[in-house]
């Protein structure tokens, strides 16, 4: 969790990223943005530009999978989970304007940094539905870590790329969630 | 056994002719180009170029491969690199992305139509996907030292209208199990397994392995897949324990993938 003066930084260079984009952010908008010195943040970020760009994207990216942590975490089932995780994450991608301008406008700049979050996301993701795994009939001779991996791919790439299923209709996300993420993994009704 | 094959594929604006005989190059720097294609028309003589630039790439990369090196490597003038991509470098890596997709397609086009169920169609697919994906050595080039290059084809939307390509060229192949909006479905399903384990590898699954992708398809794929009641006996039913039956579903309600 982030914060004191270094949370000031990444907040003051979120709004600069907002503004002019990941590539013309620099240390110096950032300070000015926060109101310190560059010094100061050269000692939070003694890599500069770039760790300080990295470390924005971090922070956001960390920021999004907790909410939808919140989202779902008074949820009942699996099926709830998966349900209303889909559904709250595909609209957040698609309401988040900063992601969908940097992904327009510097996608080459962003998406080298997202793919290396992906197999912690992976990991976290499984880890926090194992729980609900164990709780739930499964089909005969499913393992509970590689069940938990798998869906945390697929809800990953749904949350990203609906392909043809429209991801904003509760009862496509449920068919979904029956046929691409569970019918494998629990046992059959 | 693999028999010699030739395709038509639209490269830019022309048509391009390419005739392949053999197993696809693992690697696009080992591939005795000059061996493969003596010279005859146009259209060898580009095949020369995007070959020569997939040994360049895997060299070196995107950003540091000029023209006059992919002429060297092809072992012909600049000029005649111009004359077969009169766009430059943009056109040259259009359409070496294009034909490098196009042979994909192909190779999975011979595996997967050689399948007799629907097990098979699938593990063949991805398998001949993940293998050929995975011994890309230009594009494993890319991934590493210039991401900025690739990812951005490979994410988000353009994640997407990649699954549709993929999905509207593989549901054929599904056909004789699936119908055709079950067909699409499943392979833009299985596109995206293909894609994630490709792009975020586990220890646990080796997805070039025929026994790893068999174990994949059946746990996690074909209970999920509807198949056709008068499907041939070993296409559906007999390739899934008596106990995991396919699950008839509902899916979307509108028509599935046309839409994309």
């Known amino acids: ?189 | 056994m693999r028999q010699d094959w030739a395709y038509r594929l639209t490269v830019g604006s022309g048509t391009l002719s390419l005739v392949q005989s053999g197993p696809m190059p693992s690697g696009a720097g080992s591939h005795p180009v000059t061996a493969r294609h003596p010279v005859a028309g146009a259209s060898d003589q580009r095949v020369r170029v995007i070959d020569a630039t997939l040994a360049c790439i895997a060299r070196v990369g995107l950003g540091k491969t000029t023209l006059d090196d992919v002429a060297r490597a092809a072992g012909c003038s600049r000029a005649t690199v111009y004359r077969a991509f009169p766009g430059g470098k943009d056109a040259l890596m259009t359409a070496v992305v294009d034909t490098e997709v196009s042979r994909l397609f192909s190779e999975l086009a011979v595996r997967m139509g050689a399948a007799c169920d629907l097990e098979e169609v699938l593990v063949s697919g991805i398998t001949g996907a993940a293998r050929r994906i995975s011994e890309h050595q230009a594009l494993a080039f890319l991934l590493e030292h210039e991401p900025e290059v690739v990812l951005p084809h490979l994410a988000f939307d353009h994640h997407d209208r990649l699954l549709a390509e993929v999905s509207a060229y593989a549901a054929p192949f599904l056909g004789r199990w699936l119908d055709h909006a079950e067909a699409l479905r499943v392979s833009e399903w299985t596109a995206r397994i293909v894609l994630s384990y490709l792009g975020c590898p586990t220890q646990s699954l080796d997805l070039t392995d025929d026994a790893d992708v068999r174990h994949l398809v059946r746990t996690f794929v074909l209970p999920g897949v509807t198949v056709l009641s008068g499907a041939p006996d070993h296409a559906g039913t007999a390739v899934v324990p008596p106990t995991r039956r396919p699950v008839p579903i509902a899916g979307p309600t509108t028509s599935k993938g046309e839409a994309s």
């Open chain 1, 1 to 189: 969790m982030e914060s004191g003066t270094r949370l000031r930084i990444l907040e003051a260079t979120y709004a600069c990223v907002a503004r002019w984009g990941l590539s013309k952010t620099t240390v110096e908008d950032a300070a000015r943005e926060a109101g310190l010195s560059r010094a100061t943040v050269y000692r939070y970020f003694p890599g500069g530009r770039d760790e300080l760009v990295a470390a924005v994207v971090s922070w956001q990216y960390v920021e999004f999978f907790t909410r939808l942590y919140e989202e779902v975490l008074d949820a009942a089932s699996l099926e709830e989970v998966l349900e209303r995780g889909l559904l709250f994450a595909r609209r957040a991608v698609l309401e988040h304007q900063v992601l969908q301008k940097v992904l327009q406008t510097e996608p080459e700049v962003l998406l080298p940094q997202l793919t290396l979050q992906s197999n912690r996301t992976i990991a976290a993701i499984a880890t926090f539905l194992e729980p609900y795994l164990l709780r739930h009939p499964l089909a005969e001779g499913v393992d509970v870590h590689e069940a938990a991996d798998f869906l945390a791919r697929m809800i990953l790439t749904y949350i990203a790329s609906p392909g043809h299923w429209d991801m904003s209709d509760p009862g496509q996300v449920a068919a979904l969630v029956r046929t691409e993420l569970l019918a494998g993994v629990v046992a059959p009704a």
